[in-house]
């Protein structure tokens, strides 16, 4: 895991480094084309020229309609500053890989308790409970790794495995719940960082303001700017985790409350296969 992180991270810089060339590259791509076509051009006659000067007009303009939302938010982080926007887009891809890390892992341990209790109640009443023991053993997810636990402890009284299954169960909830403090860091440090953005800004429409000597739009514009790209990426960076991170919570909610009533039938399994002998 810290390697991924560690691969996420150094991507993360990687794209922060290309977004200044490649924006520079989309810029001059078209005034590649349109110089390359005027250059064209020259070899044809005057009646080429004119009936090849609407397909150009057309590609120019549909070169500029064609701009995407991701080429838009590339050219706003870089006049964030890049610098400073850095943090912002780490935390982003941080958050990111925690939650979706936390999503996969949920989802894997998501099982069907009803039918791991036919299967185990089953078992124990055709092979007793090395069986049953078995079905859990070959079942993914905390639950039947609590039905394992528990039934390992059979031969100790049905106390003894109560207490097994309380105590493993805890055991499984630290573990689905393992990383969500990390995302609700990351939650909390997205518009941190906007809002300390948004004071740098207005600390650099102040300086410039001082320096000048006098209050005029262009001078207080581009800090103003800064300020609120700033606190924009910030917020949307904290919406995005914030709606992972619930998810999480949603699922491991449903997960435990799985386990909790799996593990009372687990109980009355046992009972009832103590009573049989």
């Known amino acids: 895991m810290k390697k991924l992180f560690a691969l996420i991270a150094v991507l993360a810089m990687f794209t922060f480094g290309m977004s200044n060339y490649v924006v520079a590259q989309d810029e001059a791509g078209v005034t590649t084309e349109e110089v390359a076509e005027a250059t064209d051009s020259t070899a044809v006659d005057s009646t080429a020229v004119e009936l090849a000067a609407d397909p150009v007009e057309e590609a120019a303009a549909a070169a500029e309609e064609g701009k995407s939302l991701h080429s838009a938010l590339k050219q706003k982080f870089i006049e964030g500053g890049p610098s400073f926007m850095s943090f912002v887009l780490i935390a982003l891809i941080l958050g990111l890989a925690l939650a ?96 300390l953005g948004t004071v740098i800004g207005m600390i650099q429409a102040f300086d410039a303001i001082e320096v000048a000597g006098d209050i005029s739009p262009t001078l207080v514009a581009a800090g103003i700017k800064v300020a609120l790209i700033t606190t924009v990426f910030g917020l949307i960076v904290a919406i995005i985790l914030q709606i992972f991170y619930s998810y999480c919570l949603s699922k491991i909610d449903s997960i435990i409350n799985s386990m909790e009533d799996a593990s009372i039938s687990l109980l009355d399994l046992v009972v009832k296969h103590n009573v049989k002998k």
């Open 100 to 195: 979706i890390e936390r999503i996969i892992y949920l989802n894997l341990a998501t099982t069907n308790t009803k039918k791991l209790l036919a299967k185990v109640e089953d078992a124990l009443a055709n092979g007793g409970i090395e069986a049953a023991k078995d079905v859990c053993r070959n079942t993914r997810g905390p639950v039947a790794s609590i039905f394992y636990q528990g039934l390992d402890r059979y031969d100790e009284g049905v106390d003894v495995v109560e207490k097994a299954v309380v105590s493993y169960g805890s055991v499984q909830a630290g573990l689905l719940e393992k990383g969500l403090s990390w995302i609700g860091l990351f939650i909390a440090l997205a518009p941190m960082l906007g809002f």
